[in-house]
């Protein structure tokens, strides 16, 4: 009788009649009143959601105490009611760190030879028989060091609930659950990430067939390498991905489609990560034929912040509004709702709204990362500093192992002009970010792409803007090189850094290599004639702020015109110096052009500097092409009327105003009245003024001042060759300091 009832109530929990399975199951118990029983129908009660009748189930005949597997059931049942303390009252504070096992000593012992040559083999079958009996109870040991980690991350004591899932990955290193709360809340950062996966007993993984055991270990610990950071060893990563994908036939798996999207987001390959993320929600498992928006339901969790973040990046507005709407009718007690509601309103700038929903994600899912992101951006994004670092704070307590708050800290103490606090916070992003020690300034490779380690490249390029506001030029010029080769050795998309190489520019420009500044200015525009001037992304992982100083619009990044204008101002700049006037006067004319039809913003204010550096090189221009014109027929005039005194004079004089400084209205038209007799009739001509107004002395002036003018002139039409470096500028010196301090401050990273 009991089999037959063993038999009937395992069908009914096979067909999902849980009611049929708990009411067999009980008959089951009163016939054998045997802790397997009780065991197993506390599990159905478990699994229909009466945690209540489980724990009295389980607390009679003190099941509890006696067995491992009774004290992990009732340590669940008071989580899912959230009665943490019961929960750890039930399941110890320590961790049986005993049972941990290296990854070399079954190897070892599996090698152990004897004396006389002969092999263990007996001693290796008692082992194996062993741990076979008590793999069941080390399982749940190790389980119960997982749900130690659920209560400590509860009570936000994120240190001990790290080590309660390491000690149980440790201990059974298929306890998937410890170890996808390790890598989903970022408790660990890239380097010790992969130190932690090189370190577990990949050999303890136990397979029917003992044929196939190692090949399953090499399995297993290729699906825990698709899990960690992208942001570390790339190519292990693609490594482990590529071999699944096709020796293993998982290229179309969710988990693998997944972890490819996430390295190709790092890469700001957006477009191709979105294609990937959208293959993931087209399943047709979960497609409904009639209702297509209904495809976007029914998938793991983990595939909507990344969707969400790749529509925002690609401008997507229409698709995010729809995906929205469908997952508020259909799952509107799920966190990525909310969150998908919020990054629709970040989208379309109503920041308000977007931190409404953000709070409400971060509060279904205290663990949420991009919630907790996306609300500090709303911050950022108003110019609330301070609130924004206290957001940031708060993530960077909850994902101790990810680089992306201390990133985002330093941004904002950088735009608070705190440069030293904004290097600290950078340093330790960098450092994070490719394993260098905690707590110490990291030391950059003069080749990133040689070193094999991973890396953000925008936390170089936000150093090197540190190091460019307080005048360490070299340094920002190496910084943002390290950054433009850390960005090609990922293989990152080209025009995501254009602002990277806009800010080498104006590094370059800066310290005198006007030819190399030009250069970057110039591949900067070819890269972004395509519209690729899309910025590193401000949600999940990236921030919309303008590094380089180029005009920026709404929260989304940079804006193309603005981006395109201010390149085309910094080029004119360049050429300016440079002598080319007439090139940077087309460089400047196309500036105005593309910053005035931006429609406002900032980019139309940067209208204003283009638009004042065009006039002065108008200026410039007409000035050279004067004096071009002009030096021929003065030479000619000179020796003609030599022996004129008064046409002598006047000359003498016109040049000598020149000398000082004045332009050529002002020295036909004005005359210091200091030298000008006051007798004479009111109508006399000017220059019967001048006559009168020279002593004896003006021939031995006159030759003097001609001297030096013939000196300067010459030494003016050398200076405006097409291939001078560098330019003064005509006009009076403190106008010229003043304009060039304004440029520069404008563009400025």
């Known amino acids: 009788m009991e089999k037959f009832l063993r038999s009937w109530r395992q069908d009914a929990l096979n067909r999902g009649q849980h009611d049929a399975a708990i009411y067999i199951g009980d008959k089951v118990l009163a016939l054998t009143n045997s802790d397997s029983d009780a065991f197993w129908l506390a599990q159905v009660h478990f699994s229909n959601n009466n945690y209540t009748r489980a724990l009295a189930l389980l607390s009679r005949k003190d099941l509890i105490s006696r067995s491992t597997a009774c004290r992990y059931l009732a340590g669940h049942c008071y989580i899912k009611q959230n009665q943490f303390e019961q929960a750890l009252s039930v399941l110890g ?182 294609a990937l993320t959208s293959s993931i929600l087209a399943t047709e498992a979960t497609a409904t034929p009639n209702v297509p928006a ?64 953000f709070s409400k994600a971060s509060l279904l899912d205290p663990h949420s990362a991009p919630a907790w992101i996306g609300f500090a951006h709303t911050f950022a994004a108003e110019g609330e500093h301070d609130q924004a670092i206290a957001a940031y704070s708060t993530a960077a307590r909850l994902f101790q192992g990810s680089h992306l708050p201390q990133l985002f800290l330093g941004m904002q103490h950088l735009a608070l002009n705190n440069m030293s606090l904004a290097q600290e916070y950078l340093s330790a992003a960098y450092a994070m970010s490719t394993g260098a020690a905690a707590g110490t300034v990291p030391s950059i490779p003069a080749n990133p792409s040689s070193e094999g380690h991973g890396g953000d490249p925008l936390v170089l390029n936000e150093l090197g803007v540190v190091l460019y506001h307080q005048n360490h030029l070299e340094g920002a010029v190496e910084l943002f090189n390290q950054s433009l080769a850390l960005a090609a050795a990922l293989h990152c998309e080209p025009g995501a850094w254009v602002a990277t190489r806009a800010n080498l520019g104006h590094a370059l420009r800066r310290i005198g290599r006007l030819a190399e500044s030009l250069a970057e200015f110039d591949e900067c525009l070819r890269i972004g004639a395509g519209g690729a001037g899309v910025a590193y992304g401000p949600f999940l992982g990236g921030t919309g702020s303008s590094a380089s100083g180029v005009a920026s619009s709404g929260v989304g990044g940079y804006e193309d015109r603005g981006l395109i204008g201010s390149l085309h ?11 080319r006037t007439m090139e940077a ?165």
């Open 294 to 357: 209904l495809s976007h339901l029914g998938h793991p969790p983990a595939v909507y912040p990344l969707h969400l973040a790749c529509l925002y990046e690609t401008g997507a507005t229409n698709a995010l509004f729809l995906l929205a709407h469908t997952l508020a009718d259909h799952a509107p007690e799920e966190s990525y709702t909310y969150l998908a509601i919020g990054v629709y309103y970040l989208s379309v700038s109503k920041i308000a709204e977007a931190r409404r929903f």
């Open 93 to 274: 504070d320590h961790n049986p760190t005993h049972l941990i096992r290296s990854s070399n000593s079954r190897r070892k012992l599996q090698h152990l030879t004897l004396r006389n040559g002969k092999t263990t083999a007996s001693r290796i079958d008692r082992n194996e028989e062993r741990e076979r009996e008590d793999a069941n109870n080390i399982r749940f040991e190790a389980a119960m060091c997982y749900l130690r980690g659920l209560c400590f991350a509860k009570q936000n004591a994120f240190d001990r609930a790290r080590d309660c899932y390491k000690d149980a990955v440790r201990i059974d290193v298929q306890c998937f659950e410890a170890f996808d709360q390790l890598m989903k809340n970022s408790l660990m950062s890239p380097a010790e990430e992969l130190e932690f996966l090189e370190s577990l007993d990949f050999d303890s993984v136990s397979s029917p067939d003992p044929s196939v055991a190692q090949e399953a270990a090499h399995f297993t610990k290729m699906l825990y390498t698709t899990r960690l950071s992208k942001y570390s060893s790339p190519a292990t990563l693609s490594d482990a991905t590529e071999t699944l994908s096709t020796h293993y036939n998982l290229a179309e798996n969710p988990d693998i489609l997944l972890s490819r999207a996430e390295a190709l987001y790092t890469q700001c390959r957006f477009a191709e990560a979105l």
């Open 569 to 579: 101002t910094s080029r004119g700049l360049v050429l300016l110096e440079l002598g």
């Open 585 to 749: 006067v087309t460089a400047l004319h196309e500036a105005v052009r593309v910053l005035g039809a931006s429609g406002g913003g900032d980019a139309a204010a940067g209208a204003g500097i283009a638009g004042t550096l065009l006039s002065r090189a108008l200026e410039i221009w007409a000035l050279e092409g004067h004096e071009r014109e002009s030096a021929p027929s003065e030479d000619l005039d000179r020796a003609a009327t030599s022996r004129s005194s008064t046409r002598s004079r006047d000359k003498g004089k016109g040049r000598a105003l020149r000398r000082r400084g004045m332009t050529e209205e002002e020295w036909t038209d004005e005359v210091p009245q200091a030298d000008i007799p006051t007798t004479g009739p009111a109508t006399e001509t000017l220059e019967q003024k001048v006559e009168m107004g020279l002593d004896d002395e003006a021939d031995g002036l006159l030759r003097h001042a001609m001297s030096r003018v013939r000196g300067g002139r010459g030494r003016r039409r050398l200076d405006l060759s097409p291939d001078t470096e560098a330019i003064e500028t005509p006009g009076p010196a403190g106008a010229r300091s003043r304009e060039s301090r304004a440029v520069r401050d404008h563009a400025r990273p």
